[in-house]
């Protein structure tokens, strides 16, 4: 195997992963900690002196989880009775088999992806040890939260789909390609909406994104656009009517992002570019608002009965296209998991199998990036196809706004240039790529 570089890691002091790890998750933990206390009444009248056991030990474990973090203690194996179980504890030996016989995984000096997904999991065991809360949701809150903030975006989003719908088999190739550059971009910087990188604070979508479209344009690093637009017309072309074309949207965020995704995936429908999407989120909660099958059965009810009629129409289409299973949602356990991509094939052979059927697989956001590229400390001009180590089910893309420094396929000079100009430039949020690789 090619040599690849070192993971990011808490252990390189003043790095984006170290102030995440010091500073960001436990302040996520601190919320989540809150968010059970807040609820405490709510699990007595529904579960009596049962659920106010629960929250006390649930906030026991977190607080000590957060104690481990904070002062840099080995990373332990999991406990509980989910199916990830082994395979998170061989992570942990083989991560352990990657150091010197002394030195043991711990926050700080483990690769920085891994002790993310690894807090996230600790948290969901500290539920699964303690019903009634075992299925509880503790971001389900903030997620709910910022879907109802973004009230006005979603409006404008969903009314400019029924508008668009209303004509759309009398647009030509050029309107359609138009179209559909613009709704790729709303999907891309709908992308800015995540509450993992807020530490849980508020972080909705204020405004129509729509309208900023070209002032933002310039804020794209790198743009594949036109390359994805050739793959999906020229499979329109190719297509006889038994013919199915599949797009697969591997989801990030829910609230406005999920919004933007579903609206794109309903032009790419109705459009006759594909005739089916595949949805993949998450099993269990993760990263603060990431979709999860409740989060997205709950996205599309909440639409179908809004007041406003474009939402609710938008709701009862996609509905439909879930009954038809033109709209197909999986889960699978590998999005929760430490693993990079690159061993998908090993670790999911059944997942990696699933999206070899897809024509084109479109990633969503920051933490799929880093598992896309290994979270690795790659040079900006390396390009995508080599830093995805030999991840290739079907053709590719990544739609992500940058909150964390890891960045491929730049141009020469492109990268440095920041470095100097805008020193937060790959952590902040404002620019965003669209990376495609069709190479199998
Ligand atoms: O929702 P996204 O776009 O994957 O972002 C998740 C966030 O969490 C992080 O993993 C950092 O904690 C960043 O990479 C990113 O800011
Ligand atoms: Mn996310």
Redesign the pocket.
Known sequence: MATVPVSLAGRFQGS?AYF?IKD??PQILTKVIDTLHRHKNEFFEEHGEKGIEAEKNTISILSKLRNELQTDKPLVPLDDKLCDVPLWNQYLEYQQNLLDGNEQPSWFQSPWLYV?CYMYRRIHEALVHNPPLDDYDVFKEAKVQSFFESQQAIIALCTYLQELLKNIEDLDEKQLQEEFFRLLQVSLWG?KC????SAGEDNFQKASSLKALDNLKTFILVDDTEDIWSLLINSKKRRTSKDVTRVDIVL??AGY?LITDLVLADFLLSSKLVTEIHFHGKCIPW????TTKQDFNWTVKQLQSANNRWISRCGMNWEGSIKKGVFVYHDHMFWTLPHEFCSMAQVATDLYTELQKSHLIIF???????KLTGDRKWEFTVPFHQALNKFHPAPLCSL??L??DVQVGLKPGQGEQFVTSEPDWM?C?KYGVVQFDASL
């Open positions: 984006f995440t960001r998750l993310e992308n995540d509450l993992s990188f990030d965020n992002e990263y603060v608002s990431d969503k956001g920051d933490l799929n990036y880093r992500r706004t909150k964390s952590i949020g």
